[in-house]
């Protein structure tokens, strides 16, 4: 009978304090929001998958941070109101680090270097007055149109501008520098033949940074050590080839 008690004990001991092998904790989660419309940055394949620049360096991070990317895709213009209304936990968009949203949301690191681009029709010019521009909705280059004499055509993401010029919507419209590599690889942009020129305004253009939930400041020191480790083990120089030619960082 002792011995049966013994064995019963040691059992007891090995089910309550010895891990068993094969069953792991659920990773930890985090709700990263991604645009939908928007190469070579974010976009979805012929397959249909998300993919680009920033989904791959967020998909890097949270691989780094040892968490699961949960993405979710929404529009530049829900960015900051859903970080702010808890729905995502770190935005995976290239937002300019400007003093509004700077009051509302918190900011990652830097993970590249950006500048906006006036692409118009032949003698359009910024300083034109009543010049029918293209802008997306939330953007920092819609907050700078809507200060200028110009009639603004607002469009929900970055693809869509090259829709509204190609369509005659729009006679110019102020496009990120990625969102313009993207447009201008295709053939059916490139016969526009508009005029491009650089916007030297320091609100359009500078450190592009991932949002991230202000009611989670924790996740700005994983987020910014993941991003450091990524650019040292040359997992960033990677992506960046993959889908830009030029450097970024």
């Known amino acids: 009978m ?9 059992l007891i001991w090995f089910l309550l304090f010895v891990p068993v092998w094969g ?12 645009l939908d419309n928007a190469p070579p940055m974010s976009y979805r394949d012929s ?21 699961r990317c949960q993405f979710q895709v929404t529009t530049l213009a829900n960015v900051v109101d859903g970080l702010v209304n808890n729905q995502f936990d770190v935005a995976a968009v290239s937002l300019l680090n ?8 918190l900011f990652a690191e830097p993970y590249f270097r950006s500048f906006s681009l006036w692409f118009a029709q032949t003698g359009v010019l910024p300083d ?12 920092a280059q819609l907050r700078y149109a809507q200060r200028q ?32 590599v993207g447009l201008m690889a295709h053939s059916d942009f490139q016969q526009l033949k508009l005029v491009s020129s650089v916007m030297k305004e320091p609100e359009l253009g ?15 020191t994983g987020v910014d050590e993941a991003l450091a480790r990524i650019k040292d083990n040359g997992r960033y120089d990677r992506i960046n080839s993959q889908f830009l030619p030029f450097r970024v960082n």
């Open 2 to 10: 002792n011995w049966c008690f013994c064995l019963l004990r040691k």
């Open 23 to 34: 069953v792991q904790a659920e990773p930890v989660t985090l709700r990263v929001a991604v």
């Open 47 to 67: 397959e249909g998958r998300q993919t680009g620049f920033s989904h791959a360096i967020a998909n890097a991070i949270c691989e780094e941070m040892r968490v």
């Open 98 to 105: 400007t003093p509004e949203r700077r009051s509302k949301i």
């Open 128 to 139: 034109q007055a009543n010049v029918r521009v293209a802008v997306v909705e939330g953007s």
């Open 149 to 180: 004499p110009w009639r603004v055509v607002p469009v929900a993401t970055n693809g869509q501008l090259g829709t509204a010029l190609k369509s005659g919507e729009a006679q110019a419209a102020l496009i990120p520098m990625s969102t313009a």
């Open 206 to 220: 500078g450190d592009a940074s991932f949002g991230i939930n202000p009611r989670r400041p924790d996740l700005k």
